[in-house]
């Protein structure tokens, strides 16, 4: 099975882009998370959907030309990388998943 | 298996745009150890209760006061200094709060001082800093 992930419910949070980052603000627990590129790009693509990070890769090869750094390790794929971005907003309590 | 990064030309598939290319912008995706995010936990909540359960000391003061007096001695009226003690007192943040303290200790408190004791207690009760 493979894994899923969803936002938490929207009216738990409150998302604001500023001009390099964005600020989620998470009203359950009052923490302030400041966000970076890919991760509010991210957070929209998925909307309310339950999604894989394939389907997640998909949506924002449309919106967006994703790009690897420079000095990345040339096995990184770009739905490894989105795992693990998710994977950190798992363990922040902000993202949903199902195996 | 690497993907390549794209190329950021789309064509457009509406027949009226025709040949003009929309460009997606580029989202830099970072390593995968690379995080992406800090966190701001909340400072540890100063709880209702807890202001008012600071306590604000009024310490005992003593005043020197004249008054007139006949001396035994020469019958004369004179003056002579006394010394009185003004008797301090403790209250709660509660205490003060509600306004059940005298009015020369309310003086007193609303005199207070960053950096006296109770100044701090009595600043959390009216909001300022």
Redesign the interface.
Known sequence: MVARYQMIDSADYKLQALDAISILFHRT???????????P?IIEVMGSDCLSAAEIEQR??????????QD???????E???T??LE??VA?GLVQKTN | MNEQPQNDANQSSDPKNAGIVTRRRALMMGAVTASAVISIKPALAQSAGSALNCSITVPTRSETRSRSVIDPVSQQVVSEEYSVSLPGGTYSGEQVRKGYVPTDHMNYIRGLKRGQSGFTCFASIVGRH
């Not at chain 1, 627990?29 to 991760?39: C, E, K, N, R, W």
């Not at chain 1, 924002?60 to 750094?69: N, R, S």
């Not at chain 1, 990345?72 to 770009?78: K, N, R, S, V």
């Open positions: 627990s009052g923490t302030t998370h400041i966000v970076a590129d890919p991760m790009q924002l090869q449309k919106l967006y030309a994703m790009e690897l750094p990345t390790e040339e096995t990184e794929t770009f490894q990388i989105i693990a971005r950190e907003f922040l």
